[in-house]
């Protein structure tokens, strides 16, 4: 499968080509984004909770950076389970 290198600024750079994830270490890999995805679920709650708080401007700057910071590991995470489960080699042609 092609896949495109990502740089730290998250643009595309030229596609490299990826060998297939080995079935074991797969579901290794699964297993440990699903545990993340649980943690990141408390994240989530618990900063839902905290930006009900009546904070100062300084605390809702603080809640807003928070925020922020979980969806982009949220999205991560997602980014992160598509490329195991396109990738697995369970699941190449």
């Given at each position: 499968?092609?896949e495109?290198?990502h740089?730290?600024?998250?643009?595309?750079?030229?596609p490299v080509?990826n060998?297939?994830i080995?079935?074991e270490?797969?579901?290794?890999?699964?297993?440990?984004?699903?545990?993340?995805?649980?943690?990141?679920?408390?994240?989530?709650?618990?900063?839902?909770?905290?930006?009900?708080?009546?904070?100062?401007p300084?605390?809702?700057?603080w809640?807003?950076m928070?925020?922020?910071?979980?969806?982009q590991?949220?999205?991560?995470?997602?980014?992160?389970?598509?490329?195991?489960?396109?990738?697995s080699?369970?699941?190449?042609a």
């Amino acid at each position: 499968m092609t896949e495109f290198k990502h740089t730290a600024t998250g643009a595309s750079s030229s596609p490299v080509r990826n060998a297939a994830i080995p079935s074991e270490q797969s579901l290794e890999i699964r297993r440990i984004a699903h545990d993340l995805s649980n943690a990141l679920e408390i994240i989530i709650q618990t900063s839902y909770l905290v930006g009900t708080l009546d904070l100062d401007p300084s605390g809702r700057q603080w809640i807003e950076m928070l925020d922020s910071a979980v969806k982009q590991a949220v999205d991560l995470n997602s980014e992160l389970r598509s490329y195991i489960q396109a990738n697995s080699m369970s699941n190449a042609a």
